[in-house]
């Protein structure tokens, strides 16, 4: 997704244009991480690397970019030359995208020169915040129903197009079945779905008149909506249907419920199709729905078979933020904290290590300084870019799925609730990285 190198804050170029009359071009260590959990959150899953590295190796400025900035007025011509020639040639290591993670744990660091690593800053946290909530919530609706089908509908009300397409693909990391944004399967190879719209059913003379046309236009793929104007007369009049389509070896696969009581409803279409002698069609429904809504429904004991889930996911209604952010970590060799109250960060270059318990389940984790050897467990952070280019190709999304498939089986059961777990999972601090904390306190404690 090529964007402009001018999708940036202002103060970004402002600072570049200072560091590089200061001559401020050393290396530079930036980590990206959340400082707290959302509102019942018990944790997160990382999404968006791919984009955020392909990202990084097309960033530069096009002449007609560098023309605009000139005749902004706002810059002098010796940094303009300087954004000509700019080009990222630095380090980048970050947890494999499908990782759970948990807050204070740097899912990705940036080594490079001062101004290459500051300049990246905006877009790459837009590009992680926003796949990084999105997969997070889509995690919690896979949890809860984890033998149904589900389908991101997201798109007509996500904010933008790049959302729409972002959505749709973190939402397939965390195991989504698909979507129905076209794109989505010309991008990045997802599965795509679709019905009917009521529209359709409303510009034909009658509801089975709509039916029948349609499953002879679309005979593979015969999934009918059928509460335009009462539900229970929709479901009868798809088991007349359905015995006639079956003489021509048609058959109707689904029915789709998109708005009333989806509870009462489906089980009154479910018995309609039962006695009908369609029990191979299933029940798709959607309307309104996020792993609040799925999760009742299951509890209740509803006969729905799939769901489709669109605006309350796609713009994370309950939670729509992360506080997350890239800081800092290390300049010109020494070690840097920010100490602004409830924004304190952690020194140094990291890694993160994690524990198991014998049963596979996550344990606990160990945040350390990144030359420490003295970790043990699992190391999340992994070398994914050296001097500006890719050190492997891109993951295919079904190996992030499979990955995302075994950390959320692996996350302790009380996580896994949709309310705030009593007992947070344990991050802790190395001792090596609460020495470094003090040192940097003494060191900038007089200036």
Not at 8 to 34: C, H, I, N, P, R
Not at 87 to 101: I, K, L, R
Not at 338 to 347: L, M, R
Request: proline share 3%; glycine share 8%; aromatic share 8%.
């Amino acid at each position: 997704m090529a964007v402009s190198a001018l999708l940036t804050d202002l103060y970004q170029l402002t600072m570049l244009q200072s560091y590089y009359e200061e001559g401020m071009e050393d290396t530079a260590v930036f980590e990206f991480f959340v400082r707290r959990l959302p509102e019942h959150r018990n944790f997160m899953v990382f999404a968006g690397l791919e984009q955020v590295l392909e990202y990084i190796e097309n960033l530069h400025f096009s002449q007609e970019e560098l023309e605009w900035l000139e005749r902004s007025g706002r810059f002098d011509a010796g940094f303009l030359d300087r954004l000509e020639q700019f080009q990222f040639s630095g380090d980048v290591h970050a947890m494999p995208e499908g990782t759970v993670f948990f807050p204070d744990e740097p899912v990705l660091r940036v080594t490079a020169t001062l101004p290459q690593a500051q300049l990246i800053e905006s877009r790459l946290i837009n590009i992680l915040h926003y796949q990084t909530l999105i997969a997070s919530k889509a995690a919690r609706c896979r949890l809860v129903a984890p033998d149904k089908t589900l389908i991101d509908l997201g798109m007509r009300r996500a904010h933008g197009a790049e959302a729409a397409l972002l959505a749709a693909r973190a939402n397939y990391i965390v195991g989504f079945d698909g979507t129905a944004t076209v794109q989505a399967e010309h991008d990045f190879g997802i599965p795509i779905f679709g019905t009917m719209a009521h529209s359709y059913i409303q510009s034909h003379q009658s509801e089975s008149q709509a039916f029948e046309k349609y499953a002879y236009s679309h005979p593979d793929n015969v999934v009918l909506l059928i509460d335009t104007y009462d539900t229970r007369r929709g479901a009868e009049k798809v088991v007349s249907l359905a015995k006639s389509l079956r003489k021509e070896g048609i058959t109707i696969k689904a029915v789709r419920l998109d708005s009333g009581d989806l509870l009462e409803l489906s089980a009154a279409v479910r018995c309609i199709l039962d006695d009908g002698d369609c029990r191979d069609i299933s029940i798709f429904a959607s309307g309104g729905l996020d792993e609040y809504g799925i999760a009742e429904l299951i509890d209740s004991g509803c006969p729905i078979d799939a769901f489709g889930i669109g605006t309350r996911l796609n713009i994370s209604q309950d939670s729509p933020s992360l506080d997350c952010v890239y800081k800092l970590q290390e300049y010109a060799g020494q070690a840097r904290r920010k100490k602004s109250e409830g924004k304190t960060t952690w020194p140094g270059c990291k890694q993160v290590y994690r524990h198991r318990a014998k049963n596979g389940s996550f344990n606990g984790d160990l945040v350390t300084l990144a030359n420490d050897m003295r970790g043990d467990g699992e190391a999340l952070i992994v070398p994914v870019m050296r001097k500006g280019k890719r050190i492997k190709p891109a993951e295919t999304l079904e190996r992030i799925r499979e990955r995302s498939s075994d950390q959320l089986a692996s996350l302790p059961e009380h996580l896994t609730a949709l309310a705030d777990s009593a007992k947070s999972y344990p991050v802790e601090m190395s001792q090596g990285l609460k020495v470094l904390a003090e040192q940097v306190d003494k060191q900038f404690a007089g200036d």
